[in-house]
């Protein structure tokens, strides 16, 4: 198990998410467990919320799946926010260089905190800032090709959390 616990004095408002989010209330913002019918694209979540648009994307078995070899891409479901967000995702990777990870905090002007398994066996927790990027910690997490993992991330007030 890897876990990553930091405090920062960067705050951001607002969030959007990959995987499930929920907040200190006991609802989620945003949740899908992708069980429906195999199809293209991700379409409309269990929660009737939609997913972003982006390339090679499926959902077969039950799962949801990218199939993309480009840079980086960023899928969001739906448009709820939060201040103190907590995002789960199951994930896998087909190849030791893939990367998988939660956004929450996501702004229109671009800013965001990202936590992912970094494709270079370290999980690693991020926040941007227009352009810029600024990574804030990062743990080595070793993990075999096609086993699943689960990442948490809990972004509360300035303090930051993860858990894998």
Excluded at 29 to 51: K, Y
Excluded at 95 to 114: F, K, Y
Excluded at 141 to 162: E, G, I
């Amino acid at each position: 198990m890897a876990v990553l616990t930091a405090t920062t004095g960067l705050s951001m408002l607002g969030s959007t998410l990959l995987g499930t989010l929920t907040a200190q209330a006991a609802a989620p913002l945003v949740q899908d467990t992708f069980q429906r019918a195999d199809q293209t694209g991700w379409g409309t979540a269990t929660d009737g919320n939609a997913w972003s648009t982006g390339s090679a994307l499926s959902v077969a078995s039950n799962e949801g799946v990218i199939n993309f070899s480009g840079s980086s891409q960023f899928e969001a479901l739906g448009t709820s926010t939060g201040g103190d967000v907590d995002g789960l995702v199951r994930f896998s990777v087909q190849s030791a260089g893939e990367t998988a990870g939660i956004i929450l905090r996501e702004q229109p002007n671009g800013n965001m905190w990202l936590c992912r398994y970094d494709g270079a066996g370290n999980i690693q927790v991020m926040f941007r800032i227009g352009r810029t990027w600024t990574t804030l910690a990062k743990v080595s997490f070793p993990v075999s090709t096609t086993l699943f993992y689960w990442l948490r991330f809990d972004l509360q007030a300035s303090n930051v959390s993860v858990t894998s």
